[in-house]
């Protein structure tokens, strides 16, 4: 399973802005079977491995390298230092990635209060360990360590992606359930043309106020 938000953790020039709230690195986040970490530069090669696939970035923009050559890595691994921005990893090998970034309010968001961050979550997982239920356990881990925060998290899939979309519908559902009285998960659907390797999107898939 891969989510086409991932690649907003490519970079964006509004991560000193988000610093205040979610003050990068990433902390480690701990699951039943994964870890969520920062980067090492040990990672390069699993990193590599997991992500050149062409059916993991045709499911991403076009700004996710394919072939993902071992400078790719290893550039990205520099990059993600001050960001927040996790390595997924099972027995402490790199199978993918997500990320939190700054979104701005073309979302239609209007129930936001002007000065909440409203964070777009992103990941993708290499081929092999899709259909495994670890995108879901990603999502979970995520909601979990953002409990709390005043952030609005939105999230999307690419609508040839019904895995990603199911993974995304199904941690809207963890968030209604686990969310402080009187705040309401909500989910909005739009299509949006964009150019690329992802044709239309849908947006947001998820809308949940901490």
């Known amino acids: 399973v891969v989510g086409s938000a991932s ?3 490519i970079g964006s020039a509004n991560w000193p802005l ?3 709230a979610l003050q990068p ?3 480690t986040l701990t699951g039943p079977r994964l870890v969520l970490r920062a980067y090492r530069e040990t990672d390069a090669q699993d990193l590599q491995q997991a992500a050149d696939c062409a059916n993991v970035a045709k499911t991403l923009r076009p ?7 071992l400078k790719d890595a290893e550039f990205w691994i520099q990059f993600t230092q001050t960001k927040y921005i996790w390595a997924v990893t099972l027995e402490d090998r790199v199978i993918g990635n997500v990320g939190l970034g700054l979104e701005s309010r073309e979302w239609g ?3 936001a ?5 409203c964070a777009e979550v992103g990941y993708w997982l290499g081929e ?4 495994k239920g670890y995108a879901s356990e990603v999502m979970q881990l995520i909601l979990a360590h953002l409990r709390g925060q005043d952030v609005l998290l939105v999230a999307r899939a690419a609508c040839s992606n019904p895995a990603s979309q199911r993974v995304l519908e199904k941690a809207s559902t963890f968030s209604r359930s686990s969310s402080e009285p009187g705040r309401r998960a909500e989910r909005r659907r739009a299509s949006s043309e964009v150019r690329g ?3 239309k999107i849908r947006l947001p898939m998820l809308l949940k106020r901490f």
């Open 128 to 131: 092999e360990h899709w259909g």
């Open 18 to 20: 988000m610093a205040c």
């Open 197 to 199: 390797k992802i044709e």
């Open 25 to 27: 690195p990433a902390p």
């Open 109 to 111: 968001v209007d129930d």
């Open 63 to 69: 700004i996710f390298p394919h072939p993902y050559m």
């Open 113 to 117: 209060t002007p000065a909440q961050l």
């Open 7 to 9: 690649d907003v953790a």
